[in-house]
């Protein structure tokens, strides 16, 4: 039953909601219109055309979110056209109910109040003025039309409580706006605080490069999907040659400098899919995704001959900074940790063999012909 009445979770649920309330609170107020009807407070030929007139109102805009109609204006919420139908019924019951008159003001105070959850403090400033105008225009339209000089009084009167009501209205509205604008800053800077707080934890502070925790989780990730795939995970390994004499030699600031330019270097030299992170110290691991041990040491090769190209100056004095690489491969999940222990086993075979190489190290269910090593 509240699925066939209000629909599926989401907006237009909560904007259906919504108008079956204020079709309740209508029907409250067409059932007290009738009382006043027997008690001859007012006639039955004035109060049946408003009391057609609400409903008539309520159950369009509740068609029209319903069917979804409301989806295709500026404004889904038909928070402003249902305030204003409403004002203007209530301003009719100030015209027809007689002594009970006084009591309608009330009824413009819910709807101003309802109006002040959903519009900015300029359109509900903008809507306590127009619900005053109304009801000075009924007033003045009664004072017209009467010739008794204690109702125009007492008229009066009641406009001057809802100018009292009005204007508290419209100072709340923008208290309420205050409040709405602080909270939005709060929750955007939380929000900012939160995607800083997930940066830090997912890159190295230094060179910006993915960290080694989040490095595992993706390789895991990618692990799982090639598996899925059946196509092969390559995985480079790369150490800076003679890192510690730069430290030793030229300071740890000028290292963080060197360990900046290689990361900006190899992710030149890398694909949308690669993911490059810093593993520890001097040490960068580079993920290929869906690619062979030849084409991720050709792709090693290509940073390689680019880093040495720059002549960035390296631990040894008159020698460019270079790099020893190890690459390896796998096929499957269960397989990755013995991937990464095999570009580890590569590359410290390339330190051994005279630095500055890529070596090649057979690695889990490797099908891929190994290339030795290049200089």
Not at 292 to 299: D, M, N, T
Not at 322 to 334: K, L
Request: proline residues 4%; aromatic residues 6%; glycine residues 10%.
């Amino acid at each position: 039953m509240t699925h066939t009445l209000l629909g599926p979770d989401g907006p237009q649920r909560v904007r259906a909601s919504q108008a079956l309330l204020v079709m309740a609170l209508y029907l409250a107020f067409a059932l007290v219109l009738q009382v006043e009807v027997r008690l001859g407070l007012t006639s039955e030929q004035q109060g049946l055309p408003l009391t057609v007139f609400g409903l008539v109102g309520c159950l369009g805009f509740y068609g029209a979110i319903r069917s979804g109609l409301n989806l295709h204006l500026s404004e889904p919420s038909l928070t402003r056209p249902q305030m204003v139908y409403s004002m203007v019924a209530v301003a009719w019951a100030f015209a027809v109910s007689g002594p009970a008159r006084g009591a309608t003001v009330v009824l413009m105070q819910v709807i101003l109040m309802f109006g002040l959850f959903g519009l900015p403090p300029r359109e509900g400033r903008r809507m306590a003025g127009m619900g005053f105008l109304m009801l000075a225009g009924v007033i003045a339209w009664r004072a017209w039309g009467q010739a008794d000089p204690d109702e125009t009084r007492l008229d009066l009167i009641y406009l001057l409580y809802a100018g009292i009501v009005f204007t508290g209205v419209a100072v709340i509205s923008v208290r309420l706006g205050h409040i709405r604008e602080r909270l939005r800053h709060q929750t955007a800077e939380l929000k900012l605080a939160l995607a800083r707080n997930q940066e830090l934890a997912t890159r190295d502070v230094l060179t910006g490069l993915t960290n080694r925790r989040a490095m595992l989780e993706q390789m895991t990730i990618a692990a799982r999907e090639i598996e899925r795939h059946g196509q092969p995970l390559a995985l480079v390994l790369f150490d800076l040659d003679h890192f510690k004499q730069i430290n030793d030699t030229r300071g740890h600031a000028a290292g963080d400098r060197v360990l900046q330019r290689f990361g900006e270097v190899a992710q030149g030299e890398i694909r949308a899919g690669d993911v490059l992170a810093r593993w520890g110290g001097e040490e960068f691991l580079l993920m290929l995704p869906r690619t062979g041990l030849e084409e991720a040491w050709r792709c090693a090769e290509r940073i390689r001959t680019r880093l040495v190209a720059l002549k960035l100056e390296g631990g040894v004095p008159g020698q460019p900074l270079t790099f020893s690489a190890g690459v390896s491969s796998c096929r499957r999940m269960d397989q990755l940790d013995a991937a990464i222990e095999a570009a580890d086993r590569a590359m410290y075979l390339a330190k051994a063999t005279g630095r500055n190489r890529t070596e090649l190290m057979a690695g889990p269910g490797l099908s891929d012909a190994p290339l030795g090593a290049a200089a």
